[in-house]
């Protein structure tokens, strides 16, 4: 079951629609984690931010993905999030935990491999970062949203409940470590907030933590910020160690905030300068025009060359991370 109050942090959301119904570790490994006083479990809103402090314990010594294969699950909640985005909550055997390190990802494929294909007939392969945390019991949650033209994300706002995806992972991305930065910086856009929230939720449920987080959010429409909720609630719960900035490309009449693209000026007036070395990180995560403009493009699964307004301000290749 997911935590009430998550539930009541969307049935917002849900009211509004008939609601019901994303380096490899070693194969060997399989995840032999535990993960002790990590935070409680329960996931996004109100319910599971007041609840982390209460550190249960997770032991658990495998996690019940698979990073070498694809494995089937079941489909358990949809929860619709705004006009192209849902909450897709699947469940997890046993009502063991994902155990996933952060920051990594999954990857999604049809359990019929031949039931979404590219023009070559090869399954269609997507990454996806699950917003539940690591240690939630039973359940595994991915936010996604729906592209007109794209094919996964299409696929699985198909789904039914009941129906099953085939998911592989993790995919290590960063091996955030705590404290090991004095300020991080989180720039973004749309659905790229998933892999952010991840580093940003897990890094201040920590109670260790110094890090300071600051994120630069931009989305189209102030109706298209994903995760708002949670991400004020953790703003309100650790003011000293996280700011938000949102942004708006057609900020309507109530919008008071900046709007626009993520520039130059803003980061200087936001992020850590650049001149602190390995003592700032830049996470960037955003739609590939967004990354190109920011950080320069990504090289497939490489990072590729530092390039953009980030490059620009002086930060080094070392500094920056494109998820
Ligand atoms: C590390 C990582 C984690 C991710 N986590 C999530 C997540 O949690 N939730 C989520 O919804 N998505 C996430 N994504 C994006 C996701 O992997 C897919 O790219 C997205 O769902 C579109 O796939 P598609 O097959 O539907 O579209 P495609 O068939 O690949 O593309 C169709 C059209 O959509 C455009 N498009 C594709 N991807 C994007 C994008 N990201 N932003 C803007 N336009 C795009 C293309 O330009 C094209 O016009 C993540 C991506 C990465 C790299």
């Given at each position: 079951m ?6 009541r942090?969307?049935t917002?959301?849900a009211?509004?629609y008939t609601?019901?119904a ?6 060997s490994s399989n995840?032999p984690?535990y ?5 409680a479990?329960?996931i996004?809103?109100?319910?599971y931010?007041e ?7 997770v032991?658990?010594?495998k996690?019940?993905?698979d990073p ?13 999030y705004?006009h ?9 055997p046993?009502?063991q935990?994902s155990?996933?390190p952060?920051a990594?990802c999954?990857?999604a494929?049809?359990?019929d491999?031949?039931?979404l294909?590219?023009?070559?007939g090869?399954?269609i392969i997507r990454?996806y970062?699950?917003i ?6 039973g359940?595994l ?6 592209y007109e033209?794209?094919n ?6 198909s789904?039914?409940?009941g129906?099953?995806?085939a998911?592989?992972?993790p995919?290590?991305?960063f ?5 090991e930065f004095n300020e991080?910086?989180?720039?973004g ?5 998933t ?5 940003v939720?897990?890094a201040?449920a920590?109670?260790s ?7 630069l959010?931009?989305n189209?429409?102030?109706?298209d910020?994903?995760m708002?909720?949670?991400l004020?609630?953790?703003k309100?719960?650790?003011?000293n160690?996280f700011?938000?900035?949102y942004?708006?490309?057609k900020p ?5 905030g900046?709007s626009g693209y ?7 007036k936001?992020?850590?300068p650049?001149?602190?070395g390995?003592k700032v990180?830049?996470f960037v995560?955003g739609?590939?025009?967004?990354v190109?403009a ?6 497939g699964k490489e990072?590729?060359?530092l390039?953009?307004?980030?490059k620009e301000?002086?930060?080094?290749q070392?500094?920056?991370?494109k998820?």
């Open positions: 997911l935590p009430s109050a998550f539930v942090s969307f917002r959301c009211r509004r609601t019901e994303a380096s490899t570790p070693k194969k995840l984690f993960l002790l006083g990590a935070g479990a329960g996004g809103g109100y319910w931010l609840n982390r402090s209460t550190h249960a314990e032991k658990q010594e996690s019940p993905l070498e294969n694809f494995k089937d699950f079941k489909l358990k909640r949809i929860i619709p705004n192209n985005t849902s909450t897709f909550v699947f469940e997890l046993e009502n935990a155990l996933l952060v990594s999954l990857v494929r049809s359990s491999p031949e039931a294909t590219d023009a070559k090869k399954p990454p970062t699950p539940s945390p690591p240690d939630l019991k359940e949650v991915l936010l996604v949203k729906r033209n794209g996964k994300s299409k696929y699985i706002h789904l039914k409940v129906d099953t995806l998911l592989k992972g995919i290590l991305k091996p955030y470590k705590a404290n991080v910086a989180l720039i856009g749309g659905s790229g907030i892999p952010l929230y991840q580093v939720d897990h201040l920590d109670k933590n110094t890090t300071k987080f600051k994120l959010f931009s189209v429409t102030e109706n910020i994903l708002r909720e949670e004020d609630a953790l309100k719960k650790y003011p160690n700011e938000i900035v942004l708006v490309d309507g009449p109530n919008w008071t900046p993520i520039t130059s000026d803003i980061i200087k936001h992020v850590a650049a001149y602190l390995n990180k830049v995560c739609p590939p025009g967004q190109a920011l950080a320069g493009k990504k090289n990072q590729g060359e390039g953009g307004i980030l301000l002086g930060y080094s070392d500094q920056v991370f998820f």
